[in-house]
């Protein structure tokens, strides 16, 4: 069973930085993408940023300069490094990677989900 969960989230003042981390456990034979969303508060959940297995990164817009997305795959790890914050990026933020599983047989591809973790930008 693959798990992934989240940390580094919290309260910071506008203009400040925090850095998530989204690290994977369990029985994984490849990772493709690793993707981040946000749901902000009353809205939809919607894509930030995602990075390939090649290390391509692609962010939305609102996130272009100020974010980065990077990933450590000897740790199963992906991390985001929220910087120039704003109050418009409080919300949940949520880890989704695409991950190719054994199965009996062969293998099959999953998505997976963070278990979501608090961001809060105060002005």
């Known amino acids: 069973q693959v798990q992934l969960v989240e940390s580094g989230g919290g309260l910071v003042q506008a203009g400040g930085s925090l850095r998530l981390s989204c690290a994977a456990s369990g029985s994984i034979f490849s990772i493709d993408h690793m993707d981040w969303y946000r749901q902000a508060p009353g809205m939809q959940r919607e894509f930030i940023a995602a990075?390939?297995?090649?290390?391509?990164?692609n962010y939305v817009d609102s996130v272009k300069g100020r974010f980065t997305a990077s990933r450590d795959n000897a740790k199963n790890t992906l991390y985001l490094i929220m910087n120039s914050l704003k109050p418009e990026d409080t919300g949940v933020y949520y880890c989704?990677?695409?991950?190719?599983?054994?199965?009996?047989?062969?293998?099959?591809?999953?998505?997976?989900w963070g278990q979501g973790i608090q961001v809060t930008v105060s002005s």
């Open positions: 989704n990677w695409r991950i190719t599983i054994p199965a009996r047989p062969g293998l099959k591809s999953m998505d997976y």
């Open positions: 990075i390939s297995s090649a290390g391509t990164t």
